[in-house]
């Protein structure tokens, strides 16, 4: 009786050490198959391609115009039908646009609209049957992610490079006027611009956009526009050839304790006043510099970011509420918004 006691409890030990073994292999494998990164870059690369253009100038002495060629870059095939998505920067008064696919081949792109205010835009070739990337969801990563960026570095070629989300929501960087960067430490040169962030899976989360240096190279930080806030954006350009957004019409300063004390304000929150554009929608409501904003329809209006990209989000001829304070007098008014004037191109 005892020996088959003690058999028992043997087979339990042997029972319970191959399960752990095969634990402890399970997760070998998989931590192995997650330090590759080349299933991920072998789906991608092959949507992701080089762009060259150039522009017609003249030159200061004479009328004799020449070519010269302006600048390079990348791009991402979103559609089969060769619709491309890229960086304005990249394309900004071209006169030529030369696409170069993985597989060498070189076909003319035509610009279809760019967006200054966010820095894209969206080229197309005249092809069929193209490689494209899966698009996932930017609004799902999360801090310390694994990503990669494929693009054409200082025009050597297609390069691929590892790093991590480093942080959501840049949008104080400065570059555009609509902001709301993908941080990462993946090394962004000049040439990556409208080249892919892409995730472990192979899809497509960001357009490679710029990188915070002071010497031109990578410092380990550069910034993506988010795939989502992209795509809509690429799709108001395919349908209407530019992005149409609301326009109010004025500039503010976002308060803080030491402008409230400064000013005398009243709001010790909000956004100051400081210009008023003529003939606008802000200065036909009667709104004037020294104005405190405190609401548009309902959400406060803390940081001038987050109102100037929730302002830009409408349409003209939507009607926006305003709460402001004028002095030591609060105010209500009703502003209808016009088309924002198109940027510099």
């Known amino acids: 009786m005892k020996r088959q006691h003690y058999s028992h409890w043997v087979i339990y030990i042997l029972a319970g050490i191959c399960f752990g073994l095969a634990t402890l292999l399970w997760q070998l494998k998989h931590t192995t198959e997650v330090d590759s990164y080349a299933d991920a870059a072998s789906q991608a690369s092959p949507a992701v391609v080089n762009i060259y253009t150039s522009r017609t100038r003249s030159t200061p002495l004479s009328n004799q115009q020449r070519k010269t060629i302006s600048s390079l870059g990348s791009g991402v095939i979103i559609s089969s039908n060769g619709y491309i998505l890229t960086n304005h920067h990249v394309v900004q008064g071209a006169t030529d646009i030369i696409v170069a696919l993985p597989s060498k081949r070189q076909l003319l792109g035509k610009l279809v609209g760019s967006d200054p205010a966010t820095d894209l835009a969206v080229i197309r070739i005249d092809n069929s049957d193209l490689p494209t990337i899966p698009l996932g969801n930017s609004d799902k990563l999360r801090i310390g992610d694994k990503i990669l960026a494929i693009g054409n570095p200082f025009g050597i070629g297609q390069t691929v490079t590892a790093g991590i989300i480093s942080a959501k929501g840049r949008n104080t960087v400065g570059l555009n006027t609509y902001e709301n960067f993908l941080q990462t430490d993946a090394a962004i040169n000049p040439g990556n611009s409208g080249g892919a962030l892409i995730n472990m899976k192979g899809q497509l989360v960001g357009i490679s956009s710029a990188i915070y240096s002071s010497s031109g190279g990578s410092q380990g930080i550069g910034f993506a526009t988010p795939i989502n806030d992209a795509v809509k954006i690429m799709n108001e350009i395919i349908s209407s050839g530019k992005v149409i957004r609301g326009y109010l019409g004025i500039e503010v300063e976002q308060i803080n304790?030491?402008?409230?004390?400064?000013?005398?304000?009243?709001?010790?929150?909000?956004?100051?006043?400081?210009?008023?554009?003529?003939?606008?929608?802000?200065?036909?409501?009667?709104?004037?510099?020294?104005?405190?904003?405190?609401?548009?329809?309902?959400?406060?209006?803390?940081e001038a970011k987050t109102t100037q990209s929730y302002v830009g989000s409408l349409k003209p001829k939507d009607e926006i509420t305003v709460i402001g304070i004028r002095g030591t007098q609060s105010y209500q008014t009703k502003i209808k918004l016009e088309e924002q004037p198109t940027l510099g191109t």
Do not use: R, Y
């Open 257 to 302: 304790s030491a402008l409230a004390s400064t000013f005398h304000l009243a709001a010790k929150k909000g956004l100051l006043i400081t210009k008023v554009a003529p003939h606008s929608p802000a200065k036909k409501a009667g709104l004037e510099v020294g104005d405190v904003i405190i609401n548009i329809n309902g959400n406060e209006t803390i």
